[in-house]
DNA sequence: CACCAGGCAAGTA
DNA sequence: TACTTGCATGGT
């Protein structure tokens, strides 16, 4: 038996979306335009990301003929208010390389392909971590996969619906095993765990008083505690 | 001023 | 394998 049991885990989706409403996510008009800010905003506020990804239309950069030839240095200028822009740069064009070898720069081709293969070959670019893979798959690509986050393991960990030492492997597989297969549950589940942590679930001053989650959780702690 | 934000990889023991 | 550190801007 997983740590979270499935009417629990859709019973808290449940709660989320009657106190937040629909989130419309990902912010971002293009798969490439999700695919640049999924790795603009590792460990980035995404306020920061939105400067970048304005600059970037502003060049009229923002595309795969782009980006791909890009000068490193000239996209680093660009993509700055990001923070890390060095190794950013680097990241995304590792991707654009990745995306003329292996699918000619059309990323119409990655829809195409299985799940599991796609996020093993995203795996495999230096600088796209599993969260990364995960987003650029459910929000550019519109594949079956579960995001986690740091939101994801602090709120669950906190509500002692899972384990503290929990990682980001084991708990995709508690949603992907738990949960309907349906992109659409995935993609809003996201990101109303991204804005129950930005609101109610923030590294310090935590206010798990106000939290829409409420006492949900309870019940296995005691259990713990036996 | 200190701390944090929708991670990831490289270095160390 | 299990920690630790570097990467960096901008808002609270």
Known sequence: MPPVARSQLLAI????????????????????????GAILTQNTSWRNVEQALARLKEEGAL??????????????????????YRIKARRLKNFFRFLQEEYQGRIGALIEQPLEKLREQLLGIRGVGPETADSILLYAL????FVVDTYTHRIFSRHHLVPEETDYEDLRSYFLGALPEEVPLFNEFHALIVRTGKTYCRKKAPLCGDCPLGDMGMERQINNNQ
């Open 63 to 84: 595309s795969v003929e782009r980006l791909t030839p890009i000068a490193e240095a000239q996209l680093a200028e660009w993509i700055r208010p990001a923070g890390y």
């Open 13 to 36: 989706y449940e709660r989320l979306y009657s106190f937040f409403g629909p989130s419309g996510w990902w912010p971002g008009e293009t798969p490439l335009e999700v695919i640049v």
């Open 142 to 145: 519109g594949k079956p996969t």
